[in-house]
């Protein structure tokens, strides 16, 4: 008889992959994401150093009317802040030296904001995710390959998530 391992967190299924081929798509994606989005929304971002986070996140800025072109990757704040329809933090956990340093960082706060919190690298602060998130995965699949996965977490990022794949039929998922 094989055992089951009980896992700590039950995964919600994908609602939707894509396997895109250029920054263009995967920008193309951010930006669907961006329009569907009302405020209050938190996305986590994860996926290895250029997989395409940053790139998403500015067409998240674009879809939200923030200015796309002035999104980079936080390098020595953590935290960018772009004026858009509602606001957006984009958050890059990247250079994060010590996991407890996120506590000072008050992203709780931004969390509970109105406006739109995107973090990069969010797997290094599970803490700070409220219970409702979307989780977009980027994996690389070699070259300029790869594949966008959305899996969220709770009923509002469920309906963020099916809007965008309405928008944008995937590739899989259900
Ligand atoms: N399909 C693709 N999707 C996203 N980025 C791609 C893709 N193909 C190539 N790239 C390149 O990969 C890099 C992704 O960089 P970036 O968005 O900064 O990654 P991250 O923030 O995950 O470290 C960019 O140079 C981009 O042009
Ligand atoms: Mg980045």
């Not at 961006?34 to 395409?52: D, Q, R």
């Not at 772009?82 to 960082?105: E, I, K, M, S, T």
């Not at 994996?139 to 809007?163: F, I, M, N, S, Y």
Request: contains cysteine.
């Amino acid at each position: 008889m094989t055992a089951i391992p009980a896992g700590p967190t039950i995964m919600a299924p994908p609602v939707a992959v894509w396997e895109t081929t250029s920054a263009e798509a995967t920008r193309a994606i951010g930006q669907l994401l961006g329009e569907a989005c009302a405020g209050g929304e938190t996305i986590a971002l994860i996926g290895p150093l250029g997989a395409g986070k940053t790139c998403l996140v500015r067409g998240l800025a674009a879809g939200l009317g923030a200015p796309a072109e002035a999104v980079t990757s936080p390098t020595f704040v953590l935290i960018h802040e772009y004026a858009g329809r509602v606001p957006l933090y984009h958050v890059d956990l990247y250079r994060l030296d010590a996991r407890d340093a996120v506590n000072g960082l008050g992203l709780e706060e931004y969390v509970d904001s109105a406006g739109v919190t995107v973090i990069e690298w969010a797997d290094r602060a599970p803490a700070v995710l409220p219970g409702d998130h979307l989780r977009v995965a980027i994996e690389h699949l070699g070259g300029d390959r790869r594949r966008v996965t959305l899996h969220p977490q709770g009923a509002r990022p469920a309906a963020l998530a099916a809007q965008v794949a309405a928008r944008h039929p995937g590739t899989g998922g259900a």
